[in-house]
């Protein structure tokens, strides 16, 4: 057990990385506010024992020295409670950030790793779960010297007592372990399928026009019985050993308490022992029961929490692929873009094989292909998510590796089919890439968006519901088109930017691009011909493999995939990386 809890101790420091000054005034303060309720027993004790002698002096001065004892006793459990606060709040900053870190830097496999149930209670239950580890920690230290300490007192009073008191500790903790262990077994199944929950209601909510559409209400309804059916026998098989362990376990306690007094009667007739000394000896039976319950109570919360810190761990722990990036520093970027024979496979799967094609400032070059074809897998190489098994990708005839992240970042950017803007102001979106106002409304103006946000009764100061859900998708799309703007990014990616617009925005934002391409490189990921149309190069993808590049014009004479595409109506985007 004690290996055990070792291991538990060591997990948390390594995550939490606490502040070593909180926990030793923690550690300093338990050990004196215990010191100061063991005198509590003794000092009853001794009003009682100068009472029988009638020497009242005494009496009053052991009367004060209880007082005293109750009055350290309040004020440094005070005080450790007020360290406890200052770590409990330091370790959860520090937590939410470690965890923001990661989150922030995940990639495609990070869902595989943990879902998004899991993530959230983390970030809200386990990180402030977590805080209170210093705290039983050094609970449980004071508590296990505690023990010893009653045990040595008890002993001096009388042996026999005290291996009744040794006795009824084993069994104790024996039994509070035993107990525990279950609760804490069913207690991670009952968590486990508390993420269930979450995730099922999460995506309930966020589907709830399919869910009414597709009339699936039953179905789910269905998976929801299934959780609560697991979530109920692991919460009452918990329940049944809760109970052994903090009512059935009293019994036990009554039954000692019960022999302990008739033992002290025994001796007391005898005139083996004094009243002062079986006052002294009850005290300490109610204080080594205390402490046991706090020491068994710590035991249980330290183990609970444990299974928030290795949930938050699984989180930590999770290294997203690297890619090793250089120190190329030259931020003057023409913007030619070349991939030269790239061969590229995700889960093992081949998606890219023997991909050459280059990319001209000043066009818009389209890339098209059915879903699966490799076009996304393109843009995730573009973004340096990923590098290719062969073969090389270039910017102005530089591997693209070398740049710089910083560099790199400010000069490739994505807009996105769905862009995500935060529940923020227009403009406290625009600040997070650039707060220069002046820049924020010319970029507004270049891409036809100025003039709707300053019709809104705030302006700039608009605040954005999440996903920006109080503005139409076709606004949303140039809002998020204006922040890309703002990076100063050469080399621009429109990911189907175009495919759940209406035809009045579509083409607004087709004349944005014929815009851009001014003073930019833009590759644009379609489905729709209208766009393929106006696109001054086309690069035709299928099953991974390049079988056509050129005009609309010459493409759609001489290249029958092409044909295919442009003969079937515009899909709505299917794909994902793993199906790109």
Known sequence: MIKEYYHFIRDYFKLAQMNKKYFVMMLITAFLYKGA???????????????????????????????????????????????????????????????????????????????????????????????????????????????????????????????????????YIFIRNYTDRKVDVYYRKQRSNVDKYRVLFSQVTKGSSEVKSFGIIEPLEDKLKKINKDWSRAYNTKRKYAVIRDNDVNFL????????????????????????????????????????????????????????????????????????IGEYFNDVIEGVVKFDHVYFSYDNKTTLKDITFTVLPHKITTIVGHTGSGKTTIF??????????????????????????????????????????????????????????????????????????????????????????????????????????????????????????????ALKVEDVLQDLKKDHTIIVITHKKELMKKSDYLIVLNEGKLVGMGSHKDLIKTNKYYEELIARKSPSKGGVFNNE
């Open 37 to 171: 309720n063991l005198l509590i027993p003794l000092g009853a004790s001794l009003i009682i024992k100068y009472i029988t002698l009638k020497d009242y002096p005494m009496t009053y001065l052991s009367l004060g020295f209880l007082a005293l004892s109750y009055f350290l006793y309040r004020l440094f459990y005070f005080i450790n409670h007020k360290y406890y606060g200052k770590n409990n709040h330091y370790c959860y900053v520090h937590l939410q950030q470690k965890i923001f870190e990661k989150v922030s830097m995940m990639d495609d496999s990070f869902t595989k790793h943990v879902n998004k149930g899991k993530l959230l209670n983390s970030v809200n239950g386990d990180v402030m779960n977590i805080g209170d580890m210093c705290d039983r920690v050094a609970e449980l230290i004071m508590s296990s010297l505690e023990l010893l300490v009653l045990i040595v007192i008890i002993i001096n009073c009388n042996f026999l007592i005290a291996v009744l008191f040794i006795i009824f500790t084993i069994l």
């Open 253 to 324: 306690t009554y039954g000692f308490k019960i022999l302990i007094y008739f033992l002290c009667l025994i001796l007391l007739v005898k005139g083996n022992i004094t009243v002062d000394v079986v006052v002294l000896i009850i005290g300490y039976f109610d204080s080594l029961f205390v402490s046991l319950r706090k020491l068994i109570t710590t035991t249980s919360a330290i183990r609970e929490v444990n299974v928030c810190v290795n949930r938050v761990q699984s989180i930590l722990n999770y290294e997203p692929h690297s890619i090793p």
């Open 380 to 505: 995730n190489l573009l973004l340096r998510f990923y590098k290719p098994d062969s073969g090389d990708i270039t910017i102005d005839g530089r591997d693209i590796y070398s740049y710089a992240k910083e560099v790199y970042k400010s000069n490739v950017s994505i807009v996105n089919q769905r862009p995500f803007v935060f529940n923020l102001s227009i403009k406290q979106n625009f600040d997070l890439v650039d707060k220069d106002r002046s820049r924020q409304i010319e970029m507004c103006k270049r891409v036809g968006i100025h003039d709707f946000i300053m019709s809104l009764p705030k302006g700039y100061d608009t605040v954005l519901r999440e996903d920006a859900k109080n503005i139409s998708g076709g606004q949303k799309q140039l809002i998020s088109i204006a922040r890309t703007l703002l990076t100063d990014s050469e080399v621009l990616l429109f990911d189907e930017v175009t495919s759940s617009l209406d035809p009045d925005t």
